[in-house]
């Protein structure tokens, strides 16, 4: 089983930018579709973007899109999210997620197609 390990995430004022990270464990990370998401108390988890193993997929939210981007890195079994233009309602704890996949185009965009997650890193965004 996968293991995941969120960071990057802090404090910024609103228009700043993070590099969120996602470093897995496993040594056939190149199987899994990855994603990230977003959850504030109360509220349930909230889908941001999704990434295919081979890379050349990738969906965002539009919430999101055009100031957020996916990548990953098999080398270093790393997923990114590069997150700018940062506002005040993109606070969150932002979690990756990994689902094991055999299909190199393949993505997911529910919480529930995704069996593995971090632990999650925090994102503030002060106005």
């Known amino acids: 089983q996968v293991q995941l390990v969120e960071s990057g995430g802090g404090l910024v004022q609103a228009g700043g930018s993070l590099r969120l990270s996602c470093a897995a464990s496993?040594?056939?990370?190149?199987?899994?579709?990855m994603g990230w998401f977003r959850q504030t108390p109360g509220k349930e988890r909230e889908f941001v973007a999704a990434i295919s193993w081979s890379g050349r997929t990738t969906y965002h939210a539009d919430s999101v899109k055009g100031r957020f981007t996916i990548s990953r890195d098999n080398a270093k079994n790393t997923v990114y999210l590069q997150v700018n233009s940062l506002k005040p309602e993109d606070t969150a704890v932002y979690y990756c997620?990994?689902?094991?996949?055999?299909?190199?185009?393949?993505?997911?965009?529910?919480?529930?197609?995704?069996?593995?997650w971090g632990q999650g890193t925090q994102v503030t965004v002060s106005s």
């Open positions: 997620a990994a689902e094991r996949t055999e299909y190199s185009y393949r993505i997911y965009r529910t919480a529930n197609d995704y069996h593995t």
């Open positions: 496993e040594r056939t990370f190149n199987s899994y579709a």
